[in-house]
């Protein structure tokens, strides 16, 4: 009975967070259409190839799905996570770390939360490449999580963190999911972004 009600539990959790997701996803297209024409213009002028970058990202029980971002690196970058590259500072356009200090690459994500590849808030998408992430996560349980575009981890660190401390604090999102601390980390999102907090590329 206590597995049902649990269960119950998730399932209520899940729906109020996709319609929150589509609602949200909408009306932020609709009023963010502008500068988001504007965005993909900067990055077609200030550098060679196309304004949207598609990775291959893991997804819900490590599914491959592709991801949008506005580019902000070279047409020539290694399709490496970016704490594996050496210097990734030289693959930077011109633009790139504005664009990543204020989290503006990341608009195009509103078409995967409107696909339902991913969710506002829930564990970053790892790369196809990066098995030692998805493997700890399996382990723990969170690839059975829709990846967001921020989660826990993100608002305890980001960049910042090591990939097995990411991990626990994807962990710990899991077992302790709601509606409430999905708003909790949004907000917190919020501050990080207007503070430039956590991004160190």
């Given at each position: 009975m206590k597995l049902f009600f649990k269960?119950?539990?998730?399932?209520?959790?899940?729906?109020?967070?996709?319609?929150f997701d589509l609602a949200m996803a909408s009306f932020l297209l609709c009023f963010l259409s502008i500068p988001i024409l504007v965005v993909g213009l900067?990055?077609?002028?200030?550098?060679k190839g196309p304004a949207l970058y598609w990775s291959d990202r893991v997804g819900i029980n490590n599914?491959?799905?592709?991801m949008p971002k506005f580019?902000?690196?070279?047409?020539d970058t290694p399709a490496v996570a970016t704490h594996l590259m050496k210097n990734p500072d030289a693959y930077?356009?011109?633009?790139?770390?504005?664009?990543?200090?204020?989290?503006?690459?990341?608009l195009?994500?509103?078409?995967?939360?409107?696909?339902?590849?991913?969710?506002?808030?829930?564990?970053r998408p790892a790369l196809f490449n990066q098995d030692d992430l998805v493997e700890l996560r399996t382990g723990k349980g969170v690839h059975r999580l829709v990846p967001g575009i921020t989660g826990w981890a993100q608002v305890n660190g980001r960049d910042e963190l090591p990939?097995?401390?990411?991990?626990?604090?994807?962990?710990y999102y899991l077992k302790n999911r709601s509606f409430s601390f999905d708003l909790k980390i949004l907000w917190m999102t919020l501050v990080k972004v207007v503070k430039r907090e956590g991004v160190t590329h």
């Open positions: 269960s119950a539990k998730i399932c209520e959790i899940c729906g109020l967070k996709r319609i900067m990055v077609k002028l200030t550098s599914t491959i799905f592709r580019r902000t690196m070279g047409i930077l356009t011109s633009i790139g770390s504005f664009l990543r200090k204020f989290s503006l690459d990341e195009p994500q509103l078409y995967s939360i409107l696909k339902g590849d991913i969710s506002f808030v829930g564990p990939i097995p401390v990411k991990v626990e604090y994807d962990a």
